[in-house]
């Protein structure tokens, strides 16, 4: 499986942006994902997690109401709709996916900046 990232950016503090993370390889395979950031000097973090049909959503509190993750399991797409975006925001984003064998698969990371 292979993940690539795309859509971050520069945005001013109050401001949206929309992640994709395409899927590719064996993505019959794939079951829940998620979306971490790191932000510099700190530890990687969960931000959203998705079960495999989407049904299932959860997040950390920092983010809930704020941040929307989905995923097109046709297109083997996820997303993740950030609105209101705020300075400690600003982090490298990364997607993950685990398969049915639980093994973790991880994108490059795109960076987001939130600007004050």
């Known amino acids: 499986v292979q993940l690539v990232e795309s859509g971050g950016g520069l945005v001013q503090a109050g401001g949206s942006l929309r992640l994709s993370c395409a899927a590719s390889?064996?993505?019959?395979?794939?079951?829940?994902m998620g979306w971490y950031r790191q932000a510099p000097g700190k530890q990687r973090e969960l931000v959203a997690a998705?079960?495999?049909?989407?049904?299932?959503?959860n997040y950390a509190d920092s983010v809930k109401g704020r941040f929307t993750i989905s995923r097109d399991n046709v297109k083997n797409t996820m997303y993740l709709e950030m609105n209101s975006l705020k300075p400690e925001d600003t982090a490298i984003y990364y997607c993950?996916?685990?398969?049915?064998?639980?093994?973790?698969?991880w994108g490059q990371g795109t960076q987001v900046t939130v600007s004050s």
């Open positions: 390889g064996n993505t019959f395979s794939i079951k829940p």
């Open positions: 998705i079960t495999s049909g989407g049904g299932s959503t």
């Open positions: 993950k996916a685990a398969d049915y064998l639980l093994r973790n698969f």
